[in-house]
């Protein structure tokens, strides 16, 4: 008897030491995850305007941003190209890591299309984001039904700094404008951007 309970004292030590093995294993691989989130957020947080950059663009503005997760599938994006002010609010599909990834795509889409086609018309910028976005995720080789179909709704603005006026298109996400206490809605185009059966080209909203 007297053995058999030594045995099983060595037994049930052993046991305990293999599970605080595991736990230690398991610990250091949540912190080798949470680094990464964590370094991903800062390389996130670098596309992202500076406040002193918005600062620059509008004489009195603030952005309101509190991402669910450590990284966010939403951002926003402001641009100035000579005397216009090019600014959006995006909602990609997913949240966390996935929506992160497709933020990115959504933001170097939006950078090429006025860095690189030379595009100013809100509507315009949006067809040609559509057309990056569906190319980014088209996979070479494969048929069509294989493509991932994450992508993004987003409200885009341009603002004319010399005439003061507001170009404005949208998808799925409208544009709400506080004025002498009443709050006027342009309605967006209800279409995402990305994969989608029947698009048509986006709507430029013109707001004096």
């Given at each position: 008897?007297?053995?058999?309970?030594?045995?099983?004292?060595?037994e049930?030590?052993?046991?305990?030491?293999?599970?605080?093995?595991?736990?230690?294993?398991?610990?250091?691989?949540n912190?080798d995850?949470?680094?990464?989130i964590?370094?991903?957020?800062?390389?996130?947080d670098?596309?992202?305007?500076?406040?002193?950059?918005?600062?620059?663009?509008?004489e009195?503005?603030?952005v309101?941003?509190?991402?669910?997760?450590?990284?966010?599938?939403?951002?926003?994006?402001?641009?100035?190209?000579?005397?216009?002010?090019?600014?959006?609010?995006?909602?990609?599909?997913?949240?966390?890591?996935?929506?992160?990834?497709?933020?990115?795509?959504?933001?170097?889409?939006?950078?090429?299309?006025?860095n690189?086609?030379?595009?100013?018309?809100?509507?315009?910028?949006?067809?040609?984001?559509?057309?990056?976005?569906?190319?980014?995720?088209?996979?070479?080789?494969?048929?069509?039904?294989?493509?991932?179909?994450?992508?993004?709704?987003?409200?885009l603005?341009?603002?004319?700094?010399?005439t003061?006026?507001?170009?404005?298109?949208?998808?799925?996400?409208?544009?709400?404008?506080?004025?002498?206490?009443?709050?006027?809605?342009?309605?967006?185009?209800?279409q995402p951007?990305?994969?989608?059966?029947?698009?048509?080209?986006?709507n430029?909203?013109?707001?004096?």
């Amino acid at each position: 008897l007297e053995r058999t309970v030594v045995a099983r004292t060595a037994e049930i030590v052993s046991q305990k030491e293999e599970v605080e093995k595991q736990k230690e294993i398991v610990e250091e691989k949540n912190q080798d995850i949470m680094d990464s989130i964590r370094y991903a957020k800062h390389i996130q947080d670098a596309i992202l305007p500076s406040d002193e950059f918005i600062e620059e663009c509008f004489e009195d503005a603030f952005v309101l941003f509190k991402p669910k997760d450590i990284v966010s599938g939403d951002f926003y994006w402001v641009k100035r190209k000579d005397n216009k002010v090019f600014f959006a609010a995006v909602d990609c599909t997913g949240h966390g890591v996935p929506g992160a990834f497709v933020s990115i795509v959504g933001n170097n889409g939006l950078n090429r299309a006025i860095n690189e086609f030379q595009l100013t018309k809100p509507g315009e910028i949006l067809d040609k984001l559509a057309e990056l976005v569906i190319e980014s995720f088209k996979q070479q080789g494969t048929s069509e039904v294989d493509d991932v179909k994450d992508g993004m709704d987003l409200a885009l603005c341009v603002l004319d700094l010399d005439t003061n006026t507001l170009e404005y298109s949208g998808a799925n996400n409208p544009l709400y404008i506080l004025r002498n206490g009443e709050i006027l809605e342009t309605k967006a185009d209800k279409q995402p951007i990305g994969s989608y059966d029947n698009r048509k080209a986006f709507n430029t909203n013109l707001i004096g």
